[in-house]
RNA sequence: UGGGGUGUAGCCAAGCGGUAAGGCAGCGGGUUUUGAUCCCGUCAUGCGAAGGUUCGAAUCCUUCCACCCCAGCCA
């Protein structure tokens, strides 16, 4: 690490760097804590990369723990999605998946504690009051009125409001801080509230519930964490976790840092935001391919590593920041363009027929399944009389130069990718005047071989071999919103959702090898793109691909 | 105008008193049976602004400016 060519530490890693050489802490323990009220999304693969990441980095470990103290909100799908998400990313946790609800118990512990020590009481302001009370930026709070009951009449309410004897919104308990802190979080925040539901993990054992700010801290102590990371938003509630740090027995002292959040362009990551895409049926789902989601960018063909790689890319800072989804598009296609076996399937078929070549006659042409990668193998595709070859790559303007249109025209050739070059003798007609046919001859000896001397192939296309092909759906995307910051101002982000982010293609016709295709895993569809079988539409009989990424193309606009 | 946080290129980001790394994007060129990949070159006299300290400042000091977060019984 101390090369000069190795990655600069970011600050996280420079603090762990020097707690370790301080002997402050012998090993470090982190932890990915999301509350299982919606599908993880790219933010939070940055911060499942940076906290796995340092733990691997230093040699310690990394725990799985669901933040589940708000009944309200939370559901078991959603602790199901977020594991198998972690696990899919590449990253194993410590030990079992841990529960904050699971440490319900010690939370209620050290809350009689704090209440035995004068520090916590029952307040029966309902929410309006407490708003009230709490005061404002510039202004000073009130002591509530309950702020000096005894210990024996807080335990007693206490008491009462964990036997149910209270309704929602009646009483909480609170921690005696500071009503007049210029820090709002200190202002005498609430450890518990009363929440009559049922819970994913504890069923109906309680009808308190603790804070986040009453759980997290302990949590991370309970669980011998060294170095407790967030988001800049919590920045502010640091004074806070340490005060219960300081005031409770804890077995541990976690110190907590913050980084700045990932924010993305032309996206929104925001559970709540995504959620409404979802329910409101703006999406196909919270795997929609469209969406921001680690399981929509899974359903997309994105890989695990290029995910990673992401991450690792943009670095970890306290600056708040939005990434060009094209570092994100980057990091795809640099990583499938390695790993994509390559096939062609022709997305707008146009029929060429090659009148040298007889009737019924098959040939088989070999290609590799990867340009530059050999152990890859090769792959067979069939070639006869009838091809298909893409409507766009043939026209008949002559006058097009041969650095604009590097494609099949009108009485010219055209290499045909891993087989032979053919040429364009003329071109069939409906009566409406489009053209549905072009009628073509090979040129002999051309397969693997350049063409004799005098024949000048334009450019070189993929086709499909019209007698031995898959017809398949394909689905090509475009970004979700058409805005760059689709949550900017006060603009509204369903307003610039793009109605052109899905396109859907039939007829679409796939050399053969891809009937074998398996869901989710990308294939480079030569001179189009990245593409994977969907694993929810495609069945059988008809497969659905869907677009990963499109190739990089940046001549269109220079020519 | 209370508190917290952040300002280095179009987007990220190193830098930690010794004279502006790297990546993405862009631009120019080369190779190529994918207009892809790959390769080569290019891209901040400048670090939010103004003063100051110093032989020397993106780094230290002062003042100012801009943006983000905080008034859930959300996390």
């Known amino acids: 690490m101390s090369e000069a060519t190795s990655k600069p530490l970011n600050f996280l890693e420079q603090i762990i760097k020097q707690d370790l050489e301080s002997g402050k802490t012998s090993r470090v323990i982190t932890r990915f804590p999301p509350e299982p009220n919606g599908y993880l999304h790219i933010g939070h693969a940055k911060s499942i990369c940076l906290n796995f990441g340092l733990a691997q980095t230093f040699g310690g470990e990394c725990n799985l723990r669901f933040d589940d103290t708000n009944p309200a909100k939370e559901e078991l799908e959603y602790v199901e999605a977020i594991k198998e998400d972690v696990s899919w990313l590449g990253f194993d946790w410590a030990g079992d998946v841990r529960y904050a609800s699971s440490y319900f118990d010690?939370?209620?512990?050290?809350?009689?504690?704090?209440?035995?020590?004068?520090?916590?009481?029952v307040c029966h302001l309902n929410p309006e009051e407490s708003k009230e009370y709490r005061g404002w930026a510039t202004k000073p709070g009130k002591e509530s009125p309950y702020r000096n009951r005894s210990v024996e009449e807080n335990l007693a309410e206490f008491e009462k409001m964990r036997a149910g004897e209270y309704d929602e919104g009646a009483c909480s308990l609170r921690a005696k801080i500071d009503m007049a802190s210029p820090n709002m979080n200190l202002r005498d925040p609430m450890l518990y509230r009363i929440r009559k539901q049922s819970h994913h993990q504890t069923g109906d054992k309680w009808c308190i519930y603790p804070t986040y700010d009453f759980a997290h801290g302990q949590e991370d102590a309970i669980e011998g964490v060294t170095h407790s990371i967030c988001t800049l938003e919590f920045a502010d509630h640091r004074p806070l976790y340490e005060w219960f740090i300081e005031n409770l027995p804890v077995p541990a002292k976690?110190?907590?840092?913050?980084?700045?959040?990932?924010?993305l362009n032309y996206t929104v990551t925001s559970k709540r935001k995504l959620k409404q895409l979802v329910d409101e049926g703006h999406v196909d789902g919270w795997n929609d391919p469209r969406m921001p989601t680690i399981s929509g960018m899974r359903r997309r063909g994105y890989t695990p590593a290029s995910l990673r790689n992401f991450c690792e890319m943009i670095g970890v800072t306290k600056s708040g920041s939005t990434i060009d989804m094209g570092q994100l598009e980057y990091c795809v296609r640099d990583d499938l363009n390695n790993t994509a076996p390559r096939a062609m399937c022709v997305l707008n078929p146009l029929k060429v027929t090659i009148t040298n070549m007889p009737e019924g006659e098959k040939q088989v042409m070999t290609q590799s399944v990867h340009p530059n990668r050999e152990e890859m193998g090769e792959r067979e595709l069939p070639f006869s009389r009838d091809i298909y070859i893409d409507r766009e790559d043939f026209?008949?303007?002559?006058?097009?130069?041969?650095?604009?249109?590097?494609?099949?025209?009108?009485?010219?050739?055209?290499?045909?990718?891993?087989?032979?070059?053919?040429?364009?003798?003329?071109?069939?007609?409906d009566e409406d005047g489009n053209i549905i046919e072009v009628i073509a001859t090979l040129v002999e000896g051309t397969v693997g071989e350049n063409p004799p001397e005098g024949i000048k192939p334009r450019g070189v296309i993929h086709w499909v071999d019209a007698n031995d092909c898959v017809d398949c759906e394909v689905r090509l995307y475009d970004r979700l919103f058409s805005d760059a910051a689709p949550d900017a101002g006060d603009k509204n982000f369903l307003d610039v959702l793009n109605p052109e982010s899905l396109k859907i293609l039939n007829g679409c016709k796939a050399e053969k090898s891809l009937l074998t295709a398996e869901a989710e895993k990308a294939y480079q569809f030569e001179r189009e793109g990245y593409f994977c079988l969907d694993s929810k539409y495609a069945t059988a009989v008809k497969p659905v691909f869907n677009q990963t990424i499109g190739l990089k193309d940046n001549w269109a606009n220079k020519v």
């Open 106 to 121: 010690k939370f209620y512990e050290w809350a009689l504690h704090l209440i035995n020590e004068g520090k916590a009481y």
């Open 254 to 263: 976690p110190v907590q840092y913050e980084f700045a959040r990932l924010e």
């Open 395 to 429: 026209t008949e303007d002559t006058t097009l130069s041969r650095k604009k249109f590097k494609r099949l025209v009108l009485g010219e050739y055209v290499r045909l990718r891993g087989a032979y070059v053919i040429k364009a003798e003329e071109s069939v007609k």
